[in-house]
């Protein structure tokens, strides 16, 4: 599996932003992709994961809930995250990470960068 992530930028305090994750290779092993972001000097964490076979079932961090919505395009393979009011805290380095099972996320992909200016 292949994970392709693009579409951060630089946006201002209060804007949105849609990153994409397009999955290639086998993907009918996938089982779920969800997104994490790092900030300088912080640790990556969770942001929200969707289930690759059920696109209804979600799941958010707490202080994403909201703010964030994430999606997925079947007949693209590919899974979005929409960021609405944006914060600068949520300046980072977003990735998208596929898991072929509820224990652990398998395959990441080289990451998007969110910058969002006060």
């Known amino acids: 599996v292949q994970l392709q992530a693009s579409g951060g930028g630089l946006v201002q305090a209060g804007g949105s932003l849609r990153v994409s994750c397009a999955a290639s290779?086998?993907?009918?092993?996938?089982?779920?992709v969800g997104w994490y972001r790092q900030a300088p000097g912080k640790e990556r964490e969770f942001v929200a994961a969707?289930?690759?076979?059920?696109?209804?079932?979600?799941y958010y961090a707490d202080s994403m809930k909201g703010r964030f919505t994430i999606s997925r395009d079947s007949a693209k393979n590919t899974v979005y995250l929409q960021m609405n009011n944006l914060k600068p805290e949520d300046t980072a380095v977003y990735y998208c990470?596929?898991?072929?099972?509820?224990?652990?996320?398998?395959?990441w992909g080289q990451g998007t960068q969110v910058t969002v200016s006060s």
């Open positions: 969707v289930s690759w076979r059920d696109i209804s079932v979600t």
């Open positions: 990470a596929a898991g072929l099972s509820s224990a652990d996320y398998t395959y």
């Open positions: 290779g086998r993907t009918f092993c996938i089982y779920r």
